[in-house]
């Protein structure tokens, strides 16, 4: 079992930048694909980014494309989101995935263990 543990959101104006944080249990971590999922209200679930196990893979959805950077620190065991030129269509509860199969993917259905979720707030 991983838990998952999200920090780092806020509320920002537009324009501005967060770094969100998850930090996971567990001695296997470098084996997991990691990813960022974010949900609107009254919106589904909605990929954000991915990266694979050893950060040599990583995707994005093209709404985050040039803005959003996704990394990962395993001998932390944490992987990072670093959210640059923030917009309101931001604003989400972002939550933290985690997939045993090392292979990246944008499926939501894919991923093992969720995290409870930030809240990211961006003003205009």
């Known amino acids: 079992q991983v838990q998952l543990v999200e920090s780092g959101g806020g509320l920002v104006q537009a324009g501005g930048s967060l770094r969100l944080s998850c930090a996971a249990s567990?001695?296997?971590?470098?084996?997991?694909?990691m990813a960022w999922f974010r949900q609107a209200p009254g919106k589904e679930r909605e990929f954000v980014a991915t990266?694979?196990?050893?950060?040599?893979?990583?995707y994005y959805a093209d709404s985050v494309k040039g803005r959003f950077t996704i990394s990962r620190d395993n001998a932390k065991n944490t992987v990072y989101l670093q959210m640059n030129s923030l917009i309101p269509e931001d604003t989400a509860v972002y939550y933290c995935?985690?997939?045993?199969?090392?292979?990246?993917?944008?499926?939501?259905?894919?991923?093992?263990?969720w995290g409870q979720g930030t809240q990211v707030t961006v003003s205009s």
């Open positions: 995935a985690a997939r045993r199969l090392n292979v990246a993917t944008t499926e939501t259905s894919a991923y093992d263990y």
């Open positions: 567990g001695s296997t971590f470098s084996t997991y694909t």
């Open positions: 990266i694979s196990g050893s950060g040599g893979t990583k």
